[in-house]
């Protein structure tokens, strides 16, 4: 994040990259933040109700949250604009791309922050209810049962969009798997490949591409089992809490 808040400060012009992974870090560095903020020392030294406290941080950890996995898709999506051949109809966005990734952050921005102000109505102190009626989150935050149909509903909502967004990841990985795999097929006669031990560049990357998204797509679906599981039980103790905050980050 320091590394592109210097390249705007030293005047030079920002490409896609850069203000997506600032964007990145800076979403994750919040999110870092939100796991702190249940902490019991910080939680209770705050001078706010526990109400206000507990509303402000589940809306902060999913605007994060949701802001972490569309800023990735879209990442995704400019890696394969990036490496498209001129000729293709994805060539025509690159020499756009600078401005349409800024549209594209600003509208995440006011999107995410927009969907998640309905955690407002469904998120109160653990104090405020009985035992039988939430679904706790840690040692002071808990979900009113009260509310359980419209946090169910909301909650598809939620899968629905990122069900798209990792459907986008993985249909941009695959373009670009394909496009390398077509590249060393196309370069093969110019050097002979059975003479060189070491693997090919083609392969390298597609071996990179094929590990991350792999790695993405299997914590995401670890997060969506414990999110539907706990759901379903009305169960979220320390221990699955502290898990799924791992697998989020991750």
Not at 64 to 85: D, E, F, H, K, Y
Not at 114 to 121: A, I
Not at 128 to 137: A, D, H, K, P, Y
């Amino acid at each position: 994040l320091l590394s592109r808040i210097l390249t705007l400060f030293l005047g030079h012009r920002p490409k896609p990259h850069d203000l997506l992974t600032g964007n990145l870090a800076l979403v994750h560095i919040l999110m870092l933040l939100t796991m702190l903020f249940l902490s019991p020392g910080l939680f209770e030294s705050l001078d706010f109700e526990n109400d206000v406290k507990c509303k402000a941080w589940f809306f902060l950890s999913r605007v994060m949250r949701g802001l972490s996995i569309c800023t990735t898709c879209l990442l995704s999506m400019l890696q394969a604009v990036t490496i498209s051949p001129s000729s293709s109809w994805l060539g025509w966005f690159k020499q756009k791309s600078r401005s349409y990734v800024i549209h594209s952050l600003l509208f995440l921005w006011i999107l995410n922050l927009s969907f998640s102000s309905n955690l407002f109505l469904f998120t109160v102190a653990a104090s405020n209810v009985t035992q039988t009626q939430v679904l706790s989150f840690g040692k002071y935050c808990s979900l009113s049962s009260a509310r359980y149909l419209r946090w169910s509903l909301f909650f598809m909502l939620i899968q629905l969009r990122d069900f798209s967004l990792v459907g986008g990841m993985l249909l941009s990985s695959v373009y670009m798997v394909t496009l390398l795999f077509r590249h060393q097929r196309r370069s093969q006669h110019l050097h002979n490949m059975s003479l060189s031990p070491s693997i090919s560049p083609e392969k390298r990357a597609t071996q990179i591409i094929l590990l991350l998204v792999s790695f993405f797509v299997v914590m995401y679906w670890v997060d969506l089992i414990i999110s539907f599981c706990t759901m379903m039980l009305l169960a979220y103790g320390p221990v699955i809490l502290g898990v799924q905050r791992l697998v989020v980050n991750a």
